[in-house]
């Protein structure tokens, strides 16, 4: 097991070092000199030549890479455009904001996903089944953006009795899940976040239970007088793994992928962030936001393949 | 994920007279025509299908054509079947047209993600080696961005626009089809007809021509197009963002987000395009499975 944790360590350092070559890469792709960007449009050629000098836009491009890498690895990203400030601090600022709403979601999917899925499985092709098998599908088809929406249409607007946007008074500094007052802005947001997760998750749940239900030990375990919970307390403990690696997957991707839920809720999180960036075309923000996010999917990811094997000694790695 | 419907099958193995045997597209065929679920969202696709090839002669208005007089007018108020949106234009002209375009966003990056990924997947898989380490590690990389991210980032720096988000869109789809069609080519690359077809002189055009494609790409096109619906809604979360179909090109996505500020006004009007958006991606998801279990196709 060792042996293949420090392989699979191993073997994501060159995909991280893709992932900063394609970050790096989109800012050549854009439109337009960099350095335009990063002046106001009024600057002397004088200022312009100093600039692309201190930058390294002067060298050839693999050099204005490495340079840049180094330059990333030691935490500086850059200056906002915007808001003068460092864009490594406003990106790590924004997703603790991000995490919050991101964890909330996933273990309320896992929760209801779980209980869901395992009764489905157990009932398969029955009502029961259909149903929750439906939930899951409107779970993964439902433009979440939209939902977001009409919850704040409902609870916000005609019932009022939770917040539609923003993160409350208190800010992000002192933000605390444990005060409803605060609190109580991160539930639309981690609603809607959950549903995509609920329906894949409950899909995995209901195929793995379902599978280790089709053993014959469980037919032993009938055959010697278990009643359906007990059973499916084997089954469950069973598939488990399965599930976790699922839901800490689901979990990188609500991370990375929480513009939209975040833009609808102006909630201060690194996609609200981008968002903010496109608009401005804060291209050092926009960059930075992409690096930190892809690189925190990578590290999830690892993981949560260390985990699963760390948990589940069935998985033999070649 | 196993067949979950695998241990089911006991029960339909009665005792059968000999006949005509079917061919594998007959099967397939036979069993969708019992399955009412799949047939019902078939329909309401090609309905949406038609409605959008068909809407310049269904629109009752012009799809661009404001009116400061009728802005967020109610369902049902004058001619306006479906009410007008905030700058007083005809909903249901505007669904209509938006159809075209969300569904293009759907349908255009799927398809040239499935032929650009498929080949790299065929090559990588049929060449093996170093191509192989080539193609797949290169796809690793863009696997490691979350895809609304990659979305994002893409027709983020390379600026909105509907051209932009399809190219943003394509290339979030290609390394997932990549990988699925490169694992179906090296399974069959070694099977014993592969070697036999090699060992009589086929050239290896013809052996991936023949033996290869047929195998590939059935999984390649029930996962495509479990991909649509994911287009449609990145498609449609792009234009929300401002990232993709400019206005004022109709489009689902983009009328959601205009909309917005209308929605303590007329929720009901302004809920429309979602509901256009579910609809649609709901119909695709419920095809691409039922075909998976038609088609007999392990995920």
């Known amino acids: 097991m060792w042996y293949y944790a420090a392989r699979r360590i191993l073997m994501s350092i060159p995909i991280a070092l893709g992932v900063t070559v394609v970050c ?26 100093y600039l692309r000098k201190v930058y390294g836009f002067d060298k050839p491009i693999p050099v204005q890479y490495l340079l840049w890498l180094q330059r990333a690895l030691s935490g500086d990203l850059g200056i906002s455009l915007q808001t003068n400030r460092p864009v490594m601090l406003e990106v ?47 779970g993964v088809s439902v433009p979440n953006y939209w939902l977001g929406i009409v919850l704040v249409i409902v609870f916000a607007v005609k019932l009022g009795v939770l917040p539609a946007t ?17 609190a109580k802005y991160a539930v639309l947001p981690i609603l809607t976040m959950s549903l995509v997760p609920l329906g894949i998750i409950m899909r995995t749940t209901r195929s793995a239970v379902a599978e280790v239900l089709n053993n014959d030990f469980v037919q032993m375990l009938r055959a010697k007088g278990l009643g ?12 488990l793994p399965q599930v976790l690696t699922v839901m800490g997957l689901q979990l990188g991707y609500l991370v990375g992928g929480s513009i939209l839920i975040e833009t609808i809720f102006t909630w201060p999180g690194t996609g609200f962030l981008m968002s903010k960036a496109i608009l401005t075309r804060d291209v050092p923000v926009l960059q930075g936001a992409i690096l930190v996010l892809s690189l925190t999917f990578v590290s999830i990811n690892l993981m949560v393949d260390l985990l699963q094997t760390a948990v589940d000694p069935r998985i033999k790695r070649a | 994920m196993t067949d979950v419907s695998a241990f089911r099958l006991p029960l339909f193995r009665r005792k059968r007279e000999a006949r005509e045997v079917r061919g594998y597209w007959a099967s397939v065929a036979n069993r ?5 679920v799949t047939l019902f969202f078939l329909a309401i696709i090609l309905t949406i299908v038609l409605l959008s090839i068909f809407a310049p002669l ?9 009116s400061m007089a009728y802005r967020m007018k109610p369902m049902g108020f004058r001619n306006f079947i479906l009410g007008t949106d905030e700058l007083g234009r005809d909903m249901l002209s505007r669904l209509l047209w938006g159809g075209r375009t969300s569904l293009m966003m759907g349908l255009v990056p799927v398809a040239a993600a499935t032929v650009i990924g498929g080949l790299l997947g065929v090559i990588a898989g049929f060449r093996g080696g170093w191509v192989n380490s080539a193609i797949m590690r290169t796809m690793d ?10 979305a994002v980032a893409i027709s983020g720096t390379l600026g909105g626009g509907s051209k932009n988000g399809m190219i943003a869109l394509t290339l979030v789809f290609i390394p997932s089809i990549c990988r699925i069609a490169e694992s179906a080519t090296t399974q069959v690359r070694s099977l014993d007809f592969v070697e036999a077809a090699r060992a009589s002189g086929a050239s290896t055009l013809s052996i991936i021509w023949h033996h290869i494609l047929g195998n590939v790409l059935g999984p390649v096109f029930i996962f495509a197009s479990s991909m649509i619906s994911v287009s449609i809604l990145l498609g449609s979360g792009l234009s929300f963002l401002g990232l993709g179909v400019e206005p004022p090109t109709p489009d689902w996505g983009l009328m959601l987000s205009t ?10 009007v302004c809920a429309l395009p979602g509901v256009a958006i579910f609809i649609t991606s709901l119909s695709f998801n419920l095809v691409s499975d039922g075909l998976r279990q038609a088609m007999d196709v392990k995920a």
């Open chain 1, 24 to 49: 790096y890469a989109l800012v050549l792709l854009a439109p337009g000199d960099p350095i335009q960007s990063l002046l106001p449009p009024d600057a002397s050629p004088e200022e312009i030549a």
């Open chain 1, 92 to 138: 790590l600022n924004a997703l603790s904001n991000t995490f919050v709403i991101s964890v909330g979601a996933v273990l309320l999917a896992f929760s209801l996903a779980f209980i869901l899925g395992t009764i489905a499985a157990y009932h398969i092709g029955k009502p029961a089944d259909r149903i929750a098998t439906g939930v899951a599908v409107v």
């Open chain 1, 166 to 182: 923003g993160m409350g008074s208190a800010g992000s500094s002192s933000f605390s899940i444990f005060d409803w007052n605060q």
């Open chain 1, 228 to 239: 359906p919970l007990a059973v499916l307390r084997h089954a469950i403990w069973n598939a």
């Open chain 2, 32 to 36: 969708l025509r019992y399955d009412y």
């Open chain 2, 58 to 66: 269904l629109a009752p208005f012009d799809p661009t054509k404001t």
């Open chain 2, 141 to 150: 990389v863009f696997y490691a961005f979350p895809s609304v991210l990659l």
């Open chain 2, 259 to 268: 909309l917005r500020a209308g929605i303590y006004v007329q929720p009901l």
